[in-house]
């Protein structure tokens, strides 16, 4: 009897031992996915990309395309109301959004879900563009759904994602943080100044 209790402890003392060494390697290995993760560069259209070929409606009902960002640029935003990120940022967002109305460059506005909503009347987009800013203005606004056309086309991988296309539809700059990306040229004093997300009918839309 005590050989067989020692060995039940022996046994124990084993398996929780293995226990142990299996819960360490797992940890490690977390660790280090973790880090690869966060030393790996977030996907995206690269500066200097020309923004690829899309097509989408906006809110009112335009067609909006890569055409649309050429001529005099674009700054395009993309949005979500269940982004937690997104809301951290919403002040500066609102405050570069309205100060665009005083550049050339139209502005496209793409909102959507990370998750699906639980109500099918669900506002929190309205009233995201509503916090912004945008609703009811000349912004060009898209809804769509996750991993949606213009968000394919830019490549978006995580948000916020902001971008500043230039006159020949290429992405200027591009950033998860609205303070990052430089300000755009503003209109000179001599001229009429559009306003905010002005699509001129030679500049076709473009987004990603």
């Given at each position: 009897m005590p050989t067989i209790v020692a060995a039940i402890a022996v046994l124990t003392a084993l398996v929780l031992l293995n226990l142990l060494l299996t819960f360490g390697v797992i940890r490690r290995l977390r660790e280090h996915?973790?880090?690869?993760?966060?030393?790996?560069?977030?996907?995206?259209?690269?500066?200097?990309?020309a923004v690829p070929e899309f097509s989408a409606t906006s809110e009112r009902g335009d067609a909006v395309s890569t055409a649309t960002?050429?001529?005099?640029?674009?700054?395009?935003?993309?949005?979500?109301?269940?982004?937690?990120?997104?809301?951290?940022?919403?002040p500066a967002v609102r405050e570069r959004l309205a100060a665009a109305a005083g550049g050339p460059a139209a502005v496209l506005v793409v909102f959507t879900r990370l998750r699906p909503a639980t109500d099918p009347n669900?506002?929190?987009a309205a009233e995201l563009a509503e916090s912004l800013g945008v609703a009811g203005s000349t912004a060009l606004i898209v809804h769509e759904p996750l991993d949606g056309p213009v968000q394919t086309a830019f490549q978006v991988a995580a948000f916020?994602?902001?971008?500043?296309?230039?006159?020949?539809?290429?992405?200027a700059a591009a950033s998860n943080g609205i303070a990052d990306l430089p300000a755009p040229p503003r209109r000179s004093a001599v001229g009429p100044v559009g306003p905010i997300g002005t699509v001129r009918a030679a500049d076709p839309v473009a987004a990603g």
């Amino acid at each position: 009897m005590p050989t067989i209790v020692a060995a039940i402890a022996v046994l124990t003392a084993l398996v929780l031992l293995n226990l142990l060494l299996t819960f360490g390697v797992i940890r490690r290995l977390r660790e280090h996915s973790e880090q690869l993760a966060a030393n790996a560069p977030t996907r995206t259209l690269p500066v200097g990309a020309a923004v690829p070929e899309f097509s989408a409606t906006s809110e009112r009902g335009d067609a909006v395309s890569t055409a649309t960002l050429r001529g005099d640029g674009a700054l395009v935003a993309f949005m979500a109301p269940d982004c937690a990120a997104c809301t951290e940022q919403l002040p500066a967002v609102r405050e570069r959004l309205a100060a665009a109305a005083g550049g050339p460059a139209a502005v496209l506005v793409v909102f959507t879900r990370l998750r699906p909503a639980t109500d099918p009347n669900d506002t929190s987009a309205a009233e995201l563009a509503e916090s912004l800013g945008v609703a009811g203005s000349t912004a060009l606004i898209v809804h769509e759904p996750l991993d949606g056309p213009v968000q394919t086309a830019f490549q978006v991988a995580a948000f916020p994602a902001f971008y500043l296309v230039d006159p020949d539809g290429r992405v200027a700059a591009a950033s998860n943080g609205i303070a990052d990306l430089p300000a755009p040229p503003r209109r000179s004093a001599v001229g009429p100044v559009g306003p905010i997300g002005t699509v001129r009918a030679a500049d076709p839309v473009a987004a990603g």
